[in-house]
Nanobody, 127 residues
Framework: QVQLVESGGGLVQAGGSPRLSCAASGRTFSNYAMGWFRQAPGKEREFVPAIDKTGSNISYGASVKGRFTISRDNGKNTAYLQMNSLKPEDTAVYYC????????????????????WGQGTQVTVSS
């Protein structure tokens, strides 16, 4: 089992730059690719970015590419999502997720491929 706890959400003004954290415990963090997803009211859960277990391979969803940055610190068992230039349409509950992978360089943009999820943290962007 892997337990994931997100933090860093809240009410932010448009243009703001908060950083979300995802603290992992329970198993070896470096065995897991990490992803961030978000879900706005009435919408499906959407892929944001993902990072492989070494931190060397990253992918971003089209709506956040160039504004958000995913990273991880395997020594601290934590993944991060730096969000810049926030827009009201970024308002959502943000979830981190862990995917068990055997190989470096692997991650998924498909939420169904993830094995563990955090409880989510609300990010609300005011205009």
């Amino acid at each position: 089992q892997v337990q994931l706890v997100e933090s860093g959400g809240g009410l932010v003004q448009a243009g703001g730059s908060p950083r979300l954290s995802c603290a992992a415990s329970g198993r070896t963090f470096s065995n897991y690719a990490m992803g961030w997803f978000r879900q706005a009211p009435g919408k499906e859960r959407e892929f944001v970015p993902a990072i492989d277990k070494t931190g060397s391979n990253i992918s971003y969803g089209a709506s956040v590419k160039g504004r958000f940055t995913i990273s991880r610190d395997n020594g601290k068992n934590t993944a991060y999502l730096q969000m810049n230039s926030l827009k009201p349409e970024d308002t959502a509950v943000y979830y981190c997720a862990a995917q068990r992978t055997a190989f470096d360089g692997i991650y998924s943009v498909d939420l169904n491929r993830y094995d563990y999820w955090g409880q989510g943290t609300q990010v609300t962007v005011s205009s």
